[in-house]
């Protein structure tokens, strides 16, 4: 079985910043993407940022420039850093990990973290 593990969120005013981890742990064979999406009250779950074998980075259009994902192998974890943060960023943001298990035969991986709700207010 496979767990992540978030931490971060909170509350900032706008032109802040909050920093987001993800930790996978468990049977984990490899992984090929860990990435963050995000979700506000009333909208559809987007993509925020992903970060691919070979560290191959690709950022929604909305958090260019403002936010970094990065993360390390080592310690199966992803990071979003996010600056500049406008009242729209309000959201719960959660972590994606895509990859392989073993376990008598290779099958396709893919779990979410619960989620971390990040508020920007004044």
């Known amino acids: 079985q496979v767990q992540l593990v978030e931490s971060g969120g909170g509350l900032v005013q706008p032109g802040g910043s909050l920093s987001l981890s993800c930790a996978a742990s468990g049977n984990i064979f490899s992984i090929n993407a860990m990435g963050w999406y995000r979700q506000a009250p009333g909208k559809e779950r987007e993509l925020v940022a992903v970060i691919v074998t070979g560290d191959s980075r690709n950022y929604a259009d909305s958090v260019k420039a403002r936010f970094t994902i990065s993360r390390d192998k080592h310690n199966n974890t992803v990071y979003l850093q996010m600056n500049s943060l406008k009242p729209e960023d309000t959201a719960v943001y959660y972590c994606?990990?895509?990859?392989?298990?073993?376990?008598?035969?290779?099958?396709?991986?893919?779990?979410w973290g619960r989620g971390t709700l990040g508020t920007v207010s004044s």
């Open positions: 994606n990990v895509k990859g392989k298990t073993f376990a008598y035969t290779y099958r396709d991986l893919e779990v």
